[in-house]
């Protein structure tokens, strides 16, 4: 029928073809012989669709290196806090100065992982050359680096008493580093949820009161879980902190769960979904149950218990980060014609 | 000096993309990739890093009395995307460098010498403009021709529009004028003109006003665009409240398992 009209005839017949043509392409359902429309049926620009379904917001343009930032940054806070109180008020001095070597090595590491996600990583420091309140990522450079500084002094300052310089100045100033980088390790362990949660992408800003909770107490998980595999799986009191955020985190679950919004969907369907799902079973239901019977057991079997509630809550709260930060893309793609989610 | 816009008006827009090129040739953008997307005649897609103009194709139903086209073809709606250049610029508050900057004439800036390309302006930007250029590292967007402007040039989109789709000049001679021009479109009876300018929004207005024909979401223009530092508070309050458990946590279980160790 169409072919009948090409060749030969006048202009406007060839026009009235190319359009039956293209209203075909469309709707995908072409007849022409020997003419495949790409990517047919073709979206159109429409009120309901937006521009041809385009997704009106940018994809975020981090790497890898983020959602990892994210896990180490969280642990490494919250590593530098259980220090604090082990030393100070539980007196388990080994546990305090493994977690403050913990907290040194996973903010040397995030700071190596933020650096390599710049597009200019030479120009790192341009990050310090302002103060800005209303920018978390500018307030999340200066915690960085403020934290980094003092936990870096306080191993320092430890390591020159161990050496015998057990002298009361030194004394004074490590305790003054150590409570220092505590204050800072507590916005540490959690502002990375702030730093996603005042965003454009939908599914990011409308968490934005839970997520800085949701990423602290995941943080604090992976602390403890770290701490556990590195041998304190005796040690009472982290498994409370183990069971406190699990319990969270289980919580957390349940809430994201019960709320039926089409923003939620990219935590809830596809990839991003399965991960983030993933991520609130391996550090809520599973290592809370875990943890409670270890706390219910003799000692050997509650050790082997405790250790694999810690590989389930580092993998937990791996998992909880990578799926957040694919979420976001997830989330950028229905930013399609209903423009107001 | 004074504080200028752009005030883009499809309705006399006829799709040359004549102010992509300039743009392109001026500020030495690179190409953007060549595939055909079976969008109308637009193969660009959208506002990036390489892109800082975009002429936007919109078909709608065969209309005669407007357009010109024989009865049974679409009519035609253009429109120029830019930049919004928002007076609460989502790019700016969050840029923890300081390399995004507000000029004189009220646009906003990359420096491109100071920014190293963390990309937290591209997620915080509600129209979706700013973007990495992954081969280069750092954020691109429309600079407003901020060289041009300096020197008292208008913008080399501006200049190059044979239309006059894309007007340029004092931001409140061009909301005067798009409102005289909105009357005008309506007496033809065009009375699906309207003018985007979503100033009661937290963005608080923009220095790049659009006369679309029809729904803006059509042309991916957002109703309600919101400035992110709108969420700061809640953010914070809730990093406090997760501080404050963190604190008082370990506190309890250090202080409770003193004598259980």
Same mark, same amino acid.
């Given at each position: 029928?169409?072919?009948?009209?090409?060749?030969?005839?006048?202009?406007?017949?060839?026009?009235?073809?190319?359009?039956?043509?293209?209203?075909?392409?469309? #709707?995908?359902?072409? #007849?022409?012989?020997?003419?495949?429309?790409?990517?047919?049926?073709?979206?159109?620009?429409?009120?309901?669709?937006?521009?041809?379904?385009?997704?009106?917001?940018?994809?975020?343009?981090?790497?890898?290196?983020?959602?990892?930032?994210?896990?180490?940054?969280?642990?490494?806070?919250?590593?530098?806090?259980?220090?604090?109180?082990?030393?100070?008020?539980?007196?388990?001095? #080994?546990?305090?100065?493994?977690?403050?070597?913990?907290?040194?090595?996973?903010?040397?590491?995030?700071?190596?992982?933020?650096?390599?996600?710049?597009?200019?990583?030479?120009?790192?420091?341009?990050?310090?050359?302002?103060?800005?309140? #209303?920018?978390?990522?500018?307030?999340?450079?200066?915690?960085?680096?403020?934290?980094?500084?003092?936990?870096?002094?306080?191993?320092?300052?430890?390591?020159?008493?161990?050496?015998?310089?057990?002298?009361?100045?030194?004394?004074?100033?490590?305790?003054?580093?150590?409570?220092?980088?505590?204050?800072?390790?507590?916005?540490?362990?959690?502002?990375?949820?702030?730093?996603?949660?005042?965003?454009?992408?939908?599914?990011?800003?409308?968490?934005?009161?839970?997520?800085?909770?949701?990423?602290?107490?995941?943080?604090?998980?992976? *602390?403890?879980?770290?701490?556990?595999?590195?041998?304190?799986?005796?040690?009472?009191?982290?498994?409370?902190?183990?069971?406190?955020?699990? *319990?969270?985190?289980?919580?957390?679950?349940?809430?994201?769960?019960?709320?039926?919004?089409?923003?939620?969907?990219?935590?809830?369907?596809?990839?991003?979904?399965?991960?983030?799902?993933?991520?609130?079973?391996?550090?809520?239901?599973?290592?809370?149950?875990?943890?409670?019977?270890?706390?219910?057991?003799?000692?050997?079997?509650?050790?082997?218990?405790?250790?694999?509630?810690?590989?389930?809550?580092?993998?937990?709260?791996?998992?909880?980060?990578?799926?957040?930060?694919?979420?976001?893309?997830?989330?950028?793609?229905?930013?399609?014609?209903?423009?107001?989610? | 000096?004074?504080?200028?816009?752009?005030?883009?008006?499809?309705?006399?827009?006829?799709?040359?993309?004549?102010?992509?090129?300039?743009?392109?040739?001026?500020?030495?953008?690179?190409?953007?990739?060549?595939?055909?997307?079976?969008?109308?005649?637009?193969?660009?897609?959208?506002?990036?890093?390489?892109?800082?103009?975009?002429?936007?194709?919109?078909?709608?139903?065969?209309?005669?009395?407007?357009?010109?086209?024989?009865?049974?073809?679409?009519?035609?709606?253009?429109?120029?995307?830019?930049?919004?250049?928002?007076?609460?610029?989502?790019?700016?508050?969050?840029?923890?460098?300081?390399?995004?900057?507000?000029?004189?004439?009220?646009?906003?800036?990359?420096?491109?010498?100071?920014?190293?390309?963390?990309?937290?302006?591209?997620?915080?930007?509600?129209?979706?403009?700013?973007?990495?250029?992954?081969?280069?590292?750092?954020?691109?967007?429309?600079?407003?021709?901020?060289?041009?402007?300096?020197?008292?040039?208008?913008?080399?989109?501006?200049?190059?529009?044979?239309?006059?789709?894309?007007?340029?000049?004092? &931001?409140?001679?061009?909301?005067?004028?798009?409102?005289?021009?909105?009357?005008?479109?309506?007496?033809?009876?065009?009375?699906?003109?309207?003018?985007?300018?979503?100033?009661?929004?937290?963005?608080?207005? &923009?220095?790049?006003?659009?006369?679309?024909?029809?729904?803006?979401?059509?042309?991916?223009?957002?109703?309600?665009?919101?400035?992110?530092?709108?969420?700061?508070?809640?953010?914070?309050?809730?990093?406090?409240?997760?501080?404050?458990?963190?604190?008082?946590?370990?506190?309890?279980?250090?202080?409770?398992?003193?004598?259980?160790?």
């Amino acid at each position: 029928m169409v072919g009948k009209m090409l060749p030969g005839d006048s202009e406007h017949d060839r026009e009235a073809a190319l359009v039956l043509i293209r209203k075909q392409a469309e #709707q995908g359902t072409l #007849q022409q012989p020997g003419v495949r429309a790409m990517g047919a049926p073709f979206p159109k620009a429409t009120p309901e669709r937006g521009y041809y379904g385009i997704p009106l917001l940018e994809k975020p343009a981090w790497t890898w290196e983020i959602p990892l930032y994210f896990f180490v940054g969280g642990a490494a806070g919250s590593s530098a806090v259980i220090s604090a109180a082990a030393e100070w008020l539980g007196g388990d001095l #080994q546990l305090a100065r493994e977690a403050r070597w913990v907290a040194l090595a996973g903010v040397s590491i995030s700071s190596v992982l933020l650096i390599s996600d710049l597009g200019r990583p030479e120009r790192f420091a341009a990050m310090l050359r302002v103060f800005k309140p #209303q920018s978390a990522m500018s307030m999340g450079a200066w915690i960085l680096a403020s934290f980094g500084t003092f936990t870096g002094a306080a191993v320092l300052l430890d390591l020159a008493r161990e050496k015998g310089l057990d002298i009361f100045p030194l004394r004074l100033t490590g305790n003054a580093a150590k409570a220092i980088s505590s204050l800072f390790a507590l916005p540490f362990s959690n502002y990375t949820g702030v730093l996603i949660g005042a965003t454009a992408i939908p599914v990011w800003n409308r968490n934005v009161k839970s997520l800085p909770i949701h990423f602290g107490m995941s943080g604090l998980q992976s *602390a403890v879980s770290v701490l556990e595999l590195l041998g304190h799986t005796d040690s009472k009191p982290l498994n409370v902190l183990g069971i406190g955020s699990a *319990a969270w985190e289980s919580f957390e679950g349940v809430l994201l769960e019960g709320r039926r919004e089409r923003v939620l969907e990219p935590l809830k369907r596809g990839k991003s979904g399965w991960v983030t799902r993933a991520g609130g079973l391996l550090s809520g239901p599973l290592p809370l149950g875990l943890r409670i019977a270890a706390a219910l057991s003799g000692k050997n079997k509650a050790r082997q218990l405790r250790r694999f509630a810690a590989l389930s809550g580092i993998a937990g709260s791996l998992f909880t980060r990578y799926g957040w930060v694919m979420a976001g893309a997830a989330s950028v793609k229905q930013t399609t014609g209903d423009l107001d989610i | 000096m004074s504080i200028t816009a752009f005030l883009t008006d499809s309705t006399l827009c006829i799709g040359c993309k004549a102010c992509e090129v300039a743009c392109k040739e001026w500020n030495d953008v690179p190409e953007d990739g060549l595939n055909w997307t079976g969008f109308s005649y637009d193969n660009t897609r959208k506002v990036g890093a390489s892109t800082w103009r975009h002429v936007k194709f919109v078909e709608n139903a065969p209309e005669p009395g407007f357009g010109g086209n024989a009865p049974e073809l679409n009519t035609w709606s253009f429109s120029s995307d830019v930049c919004k250049h928002c007076e609460n610029a989502g790019c700016l508050e969050a840029c923890p460098t300081g390399a995004i900057v507000r000029t004189e004439f009220g646009g906003v800036f990359v420096q491109p010498d100071v920014c190293n390309g963390c990309a937290y302006c591209v997620v915080s930007c509600p129209f979706g403009v700013i973007a990495k250029n992954t081969d280069d590292g750092r954020a691109f967007k429309c600079t407003f021709c901020y060289d041009r402007q300096k020197v008292g040039l208008k913008p080399a989109c501006a200049t190059a529009c044979p239309t006059e789709s894309i007007m340029f000049g004092p &931001i409140d001679d061009l909301r005067q004028k798009a409102n005289d021009r909105l009357e005008t479109l309506h007496d033809r009876g065009m009375i699906d003109a309207q003018m985007y300018d979503p100033s009661d929004t937290s963005v608080g207005g &923009i220095h790049a006003i659009f006369i679309v024909r029809g729904d803006p979401r059509a042309y991916n223009l957002p109703p309600k665009p919101e400035v992110p530092t709108i969420y700061l508070k809640s953010g914070w309050k809730s990093s406090a409240i997760a501080s404050a458990a963190l604190l008082l946590g370990t506190l309890v279980a250090f202080m409770g398992g003193r004598n259980g160790r």
